[in-house]
């Protein structure tokens, strides 16, 4: 199955975002305030946001377009230079003057983050820029197998962007396109009707109004979330404890974590969605997509800053490489 990634065809819709390291050593605290002094040695910069997701699902062999906005400044220029070098389609990329691309900023110490800072400003698109989103998709939408919306709530993912690609998709019922969502605490009003949403156990107990703390509550949360967003499916991530996928009229499915160590979290969302949504294009089912999500999770989490996975690294994983155990989870034995 993961040999036919390559004829999958994902569009991302969402938040674009420049993640920037700075990397050092803690040698002392400083006489001004109890805080550590960090010496940075160097400094790095990655895709972060829908860009990373975009980001995993070339890695893994798919084809892709991207949809979002960056500012008319050096971090957005930044951001579509390192698109220019990935095989991702950036028509869709909009810089919009007067709004500064969303950057989150980690200073990182021996192995640790000491403190992240975020530069950025939240809204909605100005109505130019949402007119020039909205023929994109129209344009672009029916050449895709499926779209993958991530959400860091920074304004892209709003309702004029999301009225018109549910109106899009629901155009051909025939075969629709299908829509699958990484959800922000606070927008679930956006997300009635999609495909697959995957939130974490704490994004899931904030929407449902009660703290996910047991087999119980995650049930519930699930069954609620089914219930009131009238999805199709919903992928919940337990951090180390896996994740559970619902689906309608059938029992809820837990996958158990494969991550032999954390040590960076950064970006495992981007990685789940991406590899979900690749695997779901490619033909697989929801439960294998979601076995195959949980392998590259267990990857990234494993590596220090935002990381992807590649096809090979994910088949080293399920055959054998890494969590033999698993291989017997998908028929036909070896993955392909």
Known sequence: YINRFSTARIMVVGDIILDRYLWGDVSRISPEAPVPVVDVCRESTMCGGAANVVNNIT??????????????????????A????????????????????????????????????????????????????KEFLSDRLRSVDLVVVSDYGKGMVSAPVMEHLRALTSKNSADPVKIAVDPK???????????????????????????????????KAGKTMLQRLS????????????????????????IP??????????????????????ALASGLDLHSAALLSNFAAGIVVGQLGTSVVSAEELKLA???????????????????
């Not at 390192?82 to 192995?111: H, I, Q, W, Y």
């Not at 399920?318 to 392909?336: L, S």
């Open 59 to 80: 890695t893994l062999g798919a084809a892709s377009l991207l949809c979002g906005v960056v500012g008319d400044d050096d971090s957005g220029r930044e951001i579509n």
């Open 82 to 133: 390192k698109l220019s070098g990935m095989p991702v389609n950036t028509d869709g990329v909009f810089a919009e003057s007067g709004r500064p691309t969303s950057v989150k900023t980690r200073v990182v110490a021996r192995g640790q983050q000491v403190v992240r800072f975020d530069c950025e400003r939240r809204g909605i698109p100005e109505a130019e820029t949402i007119e020039k989103i």
């Open 185 to 219: 605490t606070g927008n679930f009003q956006y997300y009635h009707d999609v495909d697959v949403i995957t939130p974490n156990h704490h994004e899931a107990g904030a929407f449902c109004g009660f703290e996910i703390v047991d087999e119980q509550t995650l049930h």
């Open 231 to 254: 999805c199709r499916s919903v992928l919940i991530t337990q951090g180390k404890d896996g994740m559970t996928l619902f689906e309608r009229d059938k029992r809820p499915s837990h």
């Open 257 to 278: 974590t494969v991550a032999k160590q954390v040590f960076d979290v950064t970006g495992a969302g981007d990685t789940v969605i991406g590899t979900f949504s690749v």
């Open 318 to 336: 399920v055959n054998g490489g890494r969590w033999p155990c698993w291989k017997k989870r998908f028929q036909g034995g070896e993955i392909e």
